[in-house]
């Protein structure tokens, strides 16, 4: 069945960004007492993405739980019961696991604001509303949570002054997002995979739904718990705006922005970076966005280390593409190509839907090269939503984003997020390797860190129906008379 | 030429000795599942040909499988103790240098074992108990330590010198790094001798010439194995277990330490002569193919393993698989699937309960969540792990080979640029 037919199940959020809506306001909540909580939540108006189809919504309320929060209500959260084994650990679960996202030293979940013991939230209550108008909401809703015996473990509000879609350090942020099958026409498998493409099946971001495999991944079944539902991510990041310019105008004086965006992979306006030539990519309409780094296999033009190359190396299933059966098959059992040209493919199974937005005060890359810091701290409230974790947010931010050894470089880590740490054997992780406008090869070691982690959650953002099983009373799991609630 | 060996020990482990053997092998660690390349039992740091080493008890989760799904295997089989290596020169000279250098550590550690015998002469005891693998791949054959140490060394040297002359034009910067690189002694590289050329090639032909002496028979009984193969493939179960969060822990608390991991995993192949028949022969073709097709660095389109091994246990009902692979368990996982599925399917479809293939080739791995709760399944903790380079991946050691045949070319424009970027 296609998504699009369930679109009252789906909270809003998986389709819908809400740009318009300028004023946002993360409250993350620990419940009290659930038979408190459970009447306030079931108040609660969560849109459905076939509200916001129909009309403009002047406010969003989307929700979602932590695998700890789910328990609180009622909820049988284990791997037999269909729940992701990563969910249930939760972000901050296990020092492995801490160890592969990059969240050590002072990222580390014990320096976190929240996330972990007593700061480990329940719940995440995602308000959208007017710049003039989130205040008051977010103000109405706390106190409707104390009310409710909640406790309010965090209340960030993101910024009211920076333009939704650019990020602290001053890129426009948010252009490359995957599309979803909606409309259930796509069947992964074939030749075609073999080039890179933007739509993905529906199964990457919801569950209930073939992924891009071609199968439905466990979710929790019992009464269709799952279904609809999505895993979100959400993690504060703290970006050290006037360190990351102040150290690009020592490292390139006038060549500072330059710099900046071999880094980042872009423009500081979003535009790939001149030289990329554009491509027709399937499940693309955004001229921003239709380009491949195939012709560049080398990272003359966008280095191979570049933020938005590591987040997305837009290769497909096979970076020598297609040409036909038999250079297919060549290709396929390892005699084409070299290792080099293939230490990242199959993009596909690895994508994010973001849904991050940026905190604190605006700060120029001009103001902060001279200095200027803000009077809080500044960052990006990074939320973004997938079916699988491990393979998606994890892989993602583990084997790409943190990892010194992405696509064969050795000692880089993402030029914006890296935690420098030295890896084994004290290899060193804090270089960037690019190549200047000369087309000569610069290497630059000893970066900063730039990109703090200050909390995270692994949550469940529940179909409606879904939802309203989590808050019956009873249980999401009895069979009892309170499924009258319902 | 030098090759490299694998080299597989194993004996069975008394009973009820288990815990106190899985206690000393911790001695031997530094970090979790890591070892101390200067543990006092066996010093894997002073043997410069290993390459990568491990101990590991067999203990095998998925025996209860048999109950379930073949009960016309045994349901119990010995738990053994294995030592894995991979090293350059034979494995004669490995187990010589082992006894001279490590003789009470080993004694210590083989004491747990059922037959082993304190009065007994340890090499002998060492190579009655080596099992030959069936098939065995290395990343890049020829490679040896001292290569990839001197390697390594060179790619430091000319890194601090790029680094420290961040300004510099290629050809200024090429002058000045030719200069640095004379300071590194890099050993002439082995060449193979025409007697080692013609063996191998001999060795090479081994595969055609089976192929020809077998196919009068093969031939004819080939309908009769596909429809037999099509029948196996539609009714074997498939035994794919939720993980155990428990479980997945205590295999995560020894991974991501280094960036190349460890992985073991054992299981029993499925029961009858087609499937043992089936495995004995694709394995053979996996060994052949890793000498002689995959030999620089990729194995299929695998770029990250170092080495790889699969080893029959018990009379064949049962196989070892272990390697050595760069970036962590999962990544490794898709990797494997998004990649060599096919690779997949063929060397482990024999395994009792994988997930169902079609056409021996297709399917199979391609369904992920079933296939990697299988390899879950199977994955046993390995005791002790050894890398001889951590901190160096598959990538690195190829690229510092580059930069070192760069130092000989004469580079200059593109050439002398994609040199200098790598360095």
């Given amino acids: 069945m296609a998504a699009n037919d369930e679109a009252a199940d789906i909270q809003a959020l998986a389709h819908r960004g809400f740009s318009s809506l300028a004023g946002a306001c993360y409250l993350l909540l620990r419940i009290g007492n659930p038979a408190l909580a459970k009447p306030w939540l079931r108040t609660l108006d969560i849109a459905s993405l076939a509200q916001a189809r129909a009309k403009r919504l002047p406010q969003v309320c989307q929700i979602a739980f932590t695998a700890a929060g789910l328990r609180v209500l009622g909820a049988e959260v284990t791997p037999e019961a269909g729940f992701d084994p990563q969910f249930i650990d939760g972000i901050a679960g296990d020092a492995n696991r801490s160890h592969r996202l990059g969240d050590e030293g002072a990222n580390a979940p014990a320096n976190w604001y929240w996330g972990v013991g007593e700061q480990e939230p329940h719940i995440l209550l995602l308000l959208l509303a007017a710049d003039t108008a989130i205040d008051g909401l977010a103000q109405a809703t706390r106190s409707a949570a104390q ?12 910024t009211t002054t920076t333009p939704i879609g650019r990020e602290p350090f001053g890129f426009v942020d948010g252009v490359s997002q995957p599309d979803c099958d909606w409309a259930g026409t796509l069947t992964p498998g074939g030749a075609r995979d073999r080039d890179y493409r933007n739509l993905l099946a529906m199964g990457e971001l919801l569950l209930g739904y073939p992924n891009e495999y071609g199968f439905i991944g466990d979710y929790p079944r019992d009464h269709e718990l799952g279904r609809n539902g999505s895993y979100l991510v959400y993690r504060q990041l703290a970006q050290d705006v006037t360190g990351f310019w102040q150290w690009l105008a020592r490292q390139a004086g006038d060549g500072a922005t330059a710099l900046a965006e071999r880094m980042v992979g872009r423009e500081l306006d979003g535009a790939p970076l001149p030289g990329l030539k554009p491509a027709k990519i399937m499940g693309t309409t955004d001229s921003r966005n239709a380009f491949q780094f195939a012709q560049d296999p080398d990272g003359h033009v966008c280095p ?23 250079r297919d098959l060549i290709s396929t059992v390892g005699f084409s190509g070299t290792a080099m040209h293939d230490a990242v493919a199959s993009v596909r199974f690895h994508r994010l839907l973001r849904r991050g937005r940026p905190y604190g005060p605006v700060i120029s890359p001009q103001a902060a090269m001279q200095g200027a810091r803000g009077a809080q701290e500044t960052g990006l409230h990074f939320v973004c939503l997938n079916a699988n974790l491990a393979r998606q947010f994890e892989f993602v931010q583990g084997a790409w984003a943190a990892s010194a050894k992405f696509a064969g470089l050795a000692a880089q880590q993402d030029p914006l997020l890296g935690n420098r740490l030295p890896l084994a054997a004290a290899q060193p992780t804090d270089a960037f390797v690019y190549a200047d406008a000369a087309g000569c090869p610069r290497a630059i070691a000893g970066l900063p860190q730039f990109v703090t982690v ?33 | 030429m030098a090759g490299q060996s694998h080299i597989f020990i194993a004996a069975p482990v008394r009973t009820g000795a288990a815990d106190a053997l899985a206690d000393l092998l911790e001695t ?22 290993i390459h990568v080493a491990r101990f590991v008890i067999l203990d095998d989760p998925s025996l209860p499988d048999r109950q379930q799904i073949a009960p016309q295997l045994p349901a119990t089989e010995p738990l053994r103790l294995a030592f894995i290596a991979d090293c350059d020169g034979t494995a004669d000279q490995l187990l010589s240098t082992l006894v001279q250098l490590a003789s ?6 083989f004491s747990y074992c059922s037959d082993f015998d304190a009065q007994a002469d340890l090499l002998a005891w060492l190579h009655a108990h080596r099992i030959v693998s069936a098939a065995s791949y290395t990343n890049w054959p020829g490679r040896t330590m001292t290569q990839v140490r001197e390697e390594a060394r060179l790619h430091a040297a000319l890194r601090q010198t790029r680094l420290a002359h961040p300004d510099a034009s290629p050809e200024q910067l090429r002058g000045i790094l030719l200069t640095a690189a004379q300071s590194v002694a890099l050993s002439p590289l082995p060449v193979p001798t025409f007697a080692e050329k013609v063996a191998q090639t001999g060795d090479f032909l081994l595969l055609p010439l089976y192929a020809l002496l077998l196919s009068p028979f093969l031939i004819p009984a080939l309908p009769f194995l596909i429809l037999l193969l099509r029948w196996r493939e539609t009714h074997d179960p498939v035994l794919a277990p939720v993980p155990s969060i428990a479980r997945n822990k205590l295999l995560s608390s020894i991974e991501d330490q280094d960036v190349t991991n460890q992985y073991s995993a054992i299981g029993s192949l499925k029961p009858g002569l087609f499937r043992r028949w089936l495995t004995v022969t694709i394995l053979w073709i996996i ?26 246990l018990d009379d064949k009902r049962r196989l070892f698989f272990g390697s050595n692979y760069d970036g962590s368990r999962e990544a490794y996982n898709d990797d494997f699937i998004n990649k060599v599925a096919f690779g997949l399917n063929v060397s482990f479809s024999n395994g009792l309960g994988y997930p169902q293939t079609n056409w021996l080739i297709f399917d199979g791995a391609r369904h992920e969540q079933d296939f990697k709760r299988y390899l879950f399944h199977h994955q046993i903790p390995t005791q002790v792990w050894y890398k001889a380079m951590p901190g160096l991946t598959t990538y690195d050691f190829a690229r510092n080979t580059r930069i070192r045949q760069g130092l000989k070319a004469n580079l200059t424009g593109s050439a002398l640029k994609a040199w200098i970027a790598e360095i």
């Fill in chain 2, 104 to 109: 009470p550590g080993l004694r210590r550690i």
């Fill in chain 2, 28 to 49: 031997m660690n530094a970090g979790p599942g890591t070892a101390d390349p200067a543990n006092a039992l066996l010093p894997f740091g002073s043997i410069p040909t």
């Fill in chain 1, 454 to 486: 200050r909390g995270g959650a692994y949550l469940f953002l529940p179909g409606l129906r879904g939802l309203a099983r989590v808050l019956r009373d009873g249980g999401a799991d009895g069979d009892g008379a309170a499924g009258a609630a319902e």
């Fill in chain 2, 287 to 312: 060994n052949w193919a890793g000498r002689h097709l995959y030999k620089t660095g990729r194995l299929g389109r695998v770029n990250t393993i170092h080495f790889a091994s699969w080893t029959f």
């Fill in chain 1, 304 to 326: 191979i280390g570049a933020h938005i190359r590591r987040v997305n190396p837009r290769s497909g299933d096979d970076p020598n593409g297609r040409h036909g059966f038999l």
């Fill in chain 1, 147 to 158: 009310a409710a015996g909640c406790t309010v473990i965090s209340s960030n509000n993101s």
